[in-house]
């Protein structure tokens, strides 16, 4: 049988994420995925960032959510 996955999710406990597709932020990258994106968080929820360098404070627009991350790029 398979566990509850209690305690492994501490942020998504049945809530939907912070972001939806096409909402803008204006963002700080805090750090580097191991593709070379950058991430931000939002209410503590990871977006990748496409083409975007650490240190780098951008405008972003969500592209694709998922249950624990989004897709992002830089606004232009």
């Keep these: 049988m398979f566990g509850n996955n209690q305690g492994r999710d501490n942020y998504n406990k049945g809530s939907s994420a912070p972001v939806n597709e096409g909402e803008e932020y204006d963002v700080k990258i805090e750090d580097l995925g191991r593709d070379g994106d ?20 951008v405008k972003i627009k969500i592209t694709s959510t998922r249950r624990n991350f989004a897709f992002a790029e830089i606004v232009e």
């Design 38 to 57: 950058g991430i931000t968080r939002i209410e503590g929820f990871v977006v990748f960032v496409s083409g975007a360098k650490l240190g780098d404070e």
